[in-house]
T-cell receptor
């Protein structure tokens, strides 16, 4: 599995855009990039997944450059309820999900 | 669908006792995962099943831990005997990878908070 590196923590304020970059230099050709969100006392929840270029859904956007060695999760206009741990995962459909330490995002009023 | 259902939500037991955690995956999902989460070690994959067969149990910490999936709608994680260092939140997740190139998306249960005293 491709190893990922992401910041340990990020602070933001309500209404701001939060961008979390994940490095995955040894990503394989058939690997997808997936982001999960985890609130305290809950299991992780799927946010978004992409292979290349840009993916957007109602929650976030995922930007992936052409070399796919990194990706950036963008959370537009965050609110206090977006305070959570965000995990970047890289893998194919080999059914094995390995979570790293994640990025703790704290949104302040 | 009600999602992945885990029971119990909380379990407090004495050291040396047997503990059984239960999981009902989402209907139709053919992959099931057991994770353990602690502050020190984060989310650790213990074992995953595909079509009820254990595919990778390399994350199971030791022989005290065992997992079974007797059918597509039920799985158990057993710890016998339990020790204080097993205290953690245990999550079960299921997924349906679908066809080639889908990647991975898993749905997690609410977890079981285990405290061994």
């Amino acid at each position: 599995l491709a190893k990922t590196t992401q910041p340990i923590s990020m602070d933001s304020y309500e209404g701001q855009e939060v961008n979390i970059t994940c490095s995955h230099n040894n990503i394989a050709t058939n690997d997808y990039i997936t982001w999960y969100q985890q609130f305290p006392s809950q299991g992780p929840r799927f946010i978004i997944q992409g292979y290349k270029t840009k993916v957007t859904n109602e929650v976030a956007s995922l930007f992936i450059p052409a070399d796919r060695k990194s990706s950036t999760l963008s959370l537009p206009r965050v609110s206090l309820s977006d305070t959570a741990v965000y995990y970047c995962l890289v893998g194919s459909n080999d059914y094995k999900l390995s979570f790293g330490a994640g990025t703790t995002v704290t949104v302040r009023a | 669908d009600a999602g992945v259902i885990q029971s119990p939500r909380h379990e407090v037991t004495e050291m040396g006792q047997e503990v059984t955690l239960r999981c009902k995956p989402i209907s139709g999902h053919n992959s099931l995962f057991w994770y353990r989460q602690t502050m020190m070690r984060g989310l650790e994959l213990l074992i995953y099943f595909n079509n009820n067969v254990p595919i990778d149990d390399s994350g199971m910490p030791e022989d005290r831990f065992s997992a079974k999936m007797p059918n597509a709608s039920f799985s158990t994680l057993k710890i016998q005997p339990s020790e204080p260092r097993d205290s953690a939140v245990y999550f079960c997740a299921s997924s349906d990878p679908g066809g080639a190139g889908v990647g991975t998306e898993a749905f997690f249960g609410q977890g079981t908070r285990l405290t061994v005293v």
